[in-house]
């Protein structure tokens, strides 16, 4: 009861804030990282696939190969989930959560969608994992009440991606 | 004399949470010096106004060490002691969203 109108007359008056900080609050969030992970991991996924036809023959050159990408996929698909953790766990604050309910499922749905990439050598979870992090970027720079748009990107494996409009 | 302060950040939980308000006084004489285990409001020359806990005050100096109750809290581990002059007061009352 107090703390509603607390609350009711800081909407009024604006109390000064003090913060009660952890970690360096330096500020710099951005989704891109997660999104450029996310393609990556799907084009690792191309990649593995594309060297399975290619090389019947396991030779040396086919080993390090294919060792090299799995190593690259196993990394950005981490990477995806990191970088949508600190976001959710640093950056977003109740208020966005209350405005959007969907978020720590949506970030739940990445961590899952990120660990099922490195377990399999499939597109569909990969391709998954991208749209989530599009949405988990989109719902991040309306907060900042910048506007969005979905464009294919201009390199393989040419998925959509969602960019802020500044 | 009073001053309502809004909480933001994690580095007081579960004492104060984000969100949570924070009536603050400089009246010492009614209210106490400021003592090891108080909350204190400060004004740090490059983090702006922050929410510590006092662990120690050094009465030569004219500073308290502060703290957070996490590993991750910016505070006098990090930047030292505080001069006094640097605290607007110490927190009396929390008003939290129960």
């Known amino acids: 009861m107090i703390y509603q109108v607390v609350k009711a007359l800081d909407g009024v008056f604006h109390f000064e804030k003090a913060k009660a900080h952890c970690d360096i609050p330096c500020g710099i969030y951005d989704p891109h990282m997660a999104q450029i992970a996310a393609l990556t991991v799907i084009r690792m996924v191309d990649l593995i696939e594309e060297l399975s036809i290619q090389h019947k023959e396991q030779d040396a050159g086919f080993i390090n190969s294919m060792a090299r990408y799995v190593a690259v996929k196993e990394e950005h698909a981490e990477l995806a989930k990191r970088e949508v953790r600190v976001i959710f766990g640093d950056y977003f604050k109740k208020e966005h959560v209350e405005k959007y309910p969907e978020l720590p499922s949506l970030a739940h749905k990445i961590y899952q969608l990120g660990s099922k990439s490195r377990q399999t050598v499939s597109r569909e979870p990969a391709v998954e994992l991208l749209e989530a992090v599009n949405r988990f970027a989109e719902i991040f720079w309306e907060t900042k009440g910048i506007g969005t748009k979905r464009v294919k990107a201009p390199y393989k494996p040419s998925e959509e991606v969602v960019y802020p409009v500044l | ?98």
């Open chain 2, 1 to 98: 004399m009073f001053k309502l302060i809004r909480v933001t950040g994690q580095s007081l939980e579960p004492l104060y949470c984000e969100g949570d308000y924070v009536l603050v006084s400089r009246l010492y004489a009614l209210f106490g010096a400021i003592r090891p285990g108080d909350v204190v409001v400060l004004r740090h020359p490059a983090y702006g106004l922050m929410i510590k806990l006092v662990e120690q005050v050094t009465v030569e100096r004219d500073e308290i060490f502060v703290i957070g109750l996490n590993d991750w809290s910016v505070d006098s581990r990090e930047f030292g002691g505080i001069a006094r002059k640097d605290v607007l007061g110490k927190v009396i009352w929390g008003i939290t969203d129960l």
